[in-house]
């Protein structure tokens, strides 16, 4: 247990030599950019400020006592406003949102009452028509054939639900692949006509015949 707690003091020499380091390598470069900004600002305007209070000594005094007293004011005014113009752009930005969602929500809400509406008035406008289209089929078959054109609408009716139930399990059913690759040729051969026997005369030669045969008069 004391050799797994142990460390060697290598470690403790690298760690501090690293942290030394990344310290000396923040410090010098603190130290660069202020000597920087001493050497472009600064000092150029030390300098500039000395040779304005030698110039005109009055001003200079009042532009001093003006500049420290609104220091603090025009900063706490720069921070007051981007402040609020990033409170309103977020509200504004938020506001406009929820705004958008409650329309497209409200819009949403309109189109399904519309679909729905659409949706039920197909279905009675269906049920009419097919139920129109029966009553004539009916009233056609009962003014041809009387009594039994009942049964004749009856039997119509039904082969025309068969055929349509018919029809839609045969769109329903998926075909097979050796089905789907195939092809079916349908070749159609000529009826061949058996030859007629030699006794058989036609018609029209017997007639010619007969006609040839005839005693002169």
Not at 67 to 73: A, I, K, N, V
Not at 164 to 184: C, F, H, M, R
Not at 203 to 214: C, I, L, P, R, V
Request: aromatic content about 12%; hydrophobic content about 45%.
């Amino acid at each position: 247990m004391g050799v797994a707690e142990y460390k060697s003091p290598s470690f403790g020499v690298e760690k501090s030599s690293e942290l030394a380091t990344q310290f000396d390598k923040s410090i010098s470069l603190v130290k660069a950019y202020t000597s920087r900004f001493e050497r472009d600002f600064a000092r150029p305007a030390i300098k500039t400020s000395g040779v304005f209070f030698e110039r005109r000594p009055i001003s200079a005094v009042f532009l001093g006592f003006f500049l420290s007293l609104s220091f603090l004011p025009v900063i706490s005014f720069i921070g007051i406003s981007v402040f609020t113009v990033v409170s309103f752009l977020t509200v504004a930005f938020g506001a406009a949102l929820v705004s958008a969602f409650l329309v497209i929500l409200g819009c949403f809400a309109v189109l399904a009452s519309v679909l729905l509406a659409a949706l039920f008035t197909s279905g009675f406008l269906t049920a009419g028509t097919v139920f129109t289209f029966l009553f004539a089929r009916f009233a056609v078959s009962v003014r041809r054939s009387g009594v039994s054109g009942i049964s004749e609408w009856a039997n119509e009716t039904k082969s025309r639900l068969v055929a349509t139930s018919k029809l839609v399990d045969g769109e329903n059913q998926i075909p097979s692949d050796s089905a789907s690759n195939e092809s079916i040729v349908i070749v159609h051969e000529p009826t061949r006509t058996e030859p007629e026997d030699d006794d058989v005369v036609p018609q029209d030669k017997q007639s010619a015949g007969e006609e040839t045969k005839k005693p002169e008069t």
